[in-house]
């Protein structure tokens, strides 16, 4: 008898329900909770077969979710809010005793800096409770980690370098969308470059490092642009041996213009200005006006493809192991109402709640994916929908 609370009801949040109710051997109660109750119930409409609860909740207000936890007596908390909800939400499962899991690091609301300082500080305060808490169980971070983990597992006697390469190759039709949520989005696409280098991090002003990369089944060549991401921090920490690593991503020439623009403008800022009377943040207003990214489902055509390219040594050679997923945005409509951005992330966040509460993945403290068997993770999630496709021994230059 497993039962979750689910808190968050935008794109992410509605794939992890679909994907939680259809494992009805591992999930036998859902409540959704989230600031507006009837995003929620929108969700629930959408299975019938699974009776799931709705509930509203201000996850930025610890006394109310503690309040809703006791009520619901999950034995865990999926949290697929806003990243700003973090620490409020690690604080409720402390007081009530209940498993964490997030897919996305803690960031303050006033400056966009990623890390995971502020989460790893709760690691001695789980463990003393002998509850746990999995962090960044989405795709990436999340699967990215543990892919890196089974290139250094299966693949290389020692892993070196790593490049997780993010590609976009679908298509909404909108002049300008951002796939997941727009603040979030843009505050880390904007925020300077970091990447580790021999022991340090090297920063570089955001997107100024690009490359065509020639991705396989198809999708052919396509523009990455080099950007910090957050797994790169919990990978070089827990995997020593990498003295390289590095975060790519696609972004369409369209994006760039128009993203150059709105920061020209000022309408990136995530500063207070004051506008008749009011003050409001430039990039919240923007959130307000661009397309909700839930409502980008039905329109996106074409595939992602996100994935790993590890270098290092294997009986004493140099070698490439390239391992990735591919997604189509059609078929994760077709299946869950969501496009193949919130796919990919809400699949990994059920199936590390699985990993949690079948025991396959158990520790007490604060985790990052990497510190757990990838192969068991990977065993549970081709089933859940995503497959991974291995090229072992490829020859990629060196980005
Ligand atoms: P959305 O903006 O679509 O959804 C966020 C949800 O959280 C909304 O339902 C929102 O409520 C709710 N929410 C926000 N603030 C609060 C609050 N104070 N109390 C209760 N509920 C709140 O975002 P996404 O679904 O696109 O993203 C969800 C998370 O997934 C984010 O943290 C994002 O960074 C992460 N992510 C991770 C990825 C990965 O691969 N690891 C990739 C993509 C996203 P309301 O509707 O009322 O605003």
């Avoid at 699974?50 to 936890?69: C, G, M, R, S, Y």
């Avoid at 999708?219 to 041996?241: A, D, Q, W």
Wanted: aromatic share 10%.
């Amino acid at each position: 008898m497993s039962k979750v609370l689910i808190i968050g009801a935008g794109g992410v949040g509605r794939v992890v329900v679909h994907k939680c109710a259809q494992a009805k051997e591992v999930f036998t109660g859902i409540t959704l909770a989230s600031r507006t109750k009837s995003k929620c119930d929108a969700i629930a409409a959408e299975i019938p077969h699974f009776p799931i609860k709705t509930a509203q909740v201000d996850a930025d207000n610890v006394p109310e979710l503690v309040a809703l936890i006791k009520q619901e007596q999950p034995q865990l908390v999926l949290n697929v809010a806003l990243p700003y909800q973090d620490l409020t939400i690690m604080d409720a499962c402390l007081e009530t005793g209940v498993d964490y899991l997030d897919t996305a690091n803690y960031e303050p609301l006033d400056t966009a800096k990623f890390e995971y300082s502020w989460q790893w500080a709760y690691h001695e305060r789980f463990k003393e409770k002998g509850l746990m808490a999995l962090l960044g169980s989405g795709f990436d971070p999340g699967v990215t980690n543990v892919y890196t983990a089974l290139a250094a597992k299966k693949y290389l006697d020692e892993i070196h370098e790593i490049d997780i390469i993010d590609a976009n190759a679908g298509d909404h039709g909108q002049a300008f969308a951002t796939n997941f949520n727009p603040e979030i989005n843009i505050r880390e696409v904007t925020a300077p470059c970091r990447h580790w280098e021999e022991g340090q991090w090297i920063e570089t002003p955001p997107l100024s490092t690009k490359h065509s990369f020639d991705f396989p089944e198809g999708i052919g060549p396509m523009n990455i642009y080099r950007m910090y991401h957050e797994e790169m921090e919990s990978l070089v920490k827990h995997i020593p041996t990498i003295k390289k690593a590095q975060f790519w991503m696609t972004f369409s020439d369209n994006y760039l213009k128009h993203l150059e623009v709105l920061q020209n403008i000022g309408m990136t800022r995530i500063d207070e200005v004051e506008y008749q009377g009011q003050k409001i943040v430039p990039l919240q207003f923007l959130k307000a006006v661009l397309p909700d990214p839930g409502s980008l489902g039905a329109l996106t055509k074409g595939r992602t493809c996100i994935g790993v390219i590890a270098r290092g040594i294997k009986d004493g050679k140099r070698k490439q192991v390239y391992v990735y997923n591919i997604c189509d945005h059609e078929a994760c409509y077709q299946e869950v109402n969501s496009q193949a951005i919130s796919y990919t992330t809400g699949v990994p966040a059920a199936v590390g709640a699985m990993m949690m509460l079948t025991g396959k993945w158990r520790g007490d403290g604060v985790f990052n994916m990497e510190q757990f068997d990838p192969e068991l993770f990977l065993e549970t999630l081709a089933p859940m929908g995503l497959q991974t496709q291995v090229i072992d021994g490829g020859d990629w230059p060196e980005l």
